[in-house]
């Protein structure tokens, strides 16, 4: 069982910056993949950006050059820095861990990006 609980959401204007945090209840070594999706009003959950099981990252188009994911194993925390925020950028965004083909979520964290 992996217990993931993500901060740092809020309401910024246009052109604005937030960083969100996810701390899992298990090390990060014991995860295979661990990231963040958001799921907009009326829209359907989309990867934002994840750090795959080989190591690597991957970040959906929209936001490439714009949000950045990254961790620290000590405290067992991934983060996404989200830089240049939009209107779009406005969703619920949610972490997600995968270990051994089980996925595990946490409750969420609202963004709001004013225009």
């Known amino acids: 069982q992996v217990q993931l609980v993500e901060s740092g959401g809020g309401l910024v204007q246009s052109g604005g910056s937030l960083r969100l945090s996810c701390a899992a209840s298990v090390s990060i070594f014991r995860i295979n993949a661990m990231g963040w999706y958001r799921q907009a009003p009326g829209k359907q959950r989309e990867l934002v950006a994840v750090f795959t099981s080989g190591g690597s990252t991957n970040y959906e188009d929209s936001v490439k050059g714009r949000f950045t994911i990254s961790r620290d194993d000590a405290k067992n925390t991934v983060y996404l820095q989200m830089n240049s925020l939009k209107p779009e950028d406005t969703a619920v965004y949610y972490c997600?861990?995968?270990?051994?083909?089980?996925?595990?979520w946490g409750k969420g964290t609202l963004v709001t990006v004013s225009s």
């Open positions: 997600n861990a995968r270990r051994t083909l089980i996925d595990y």
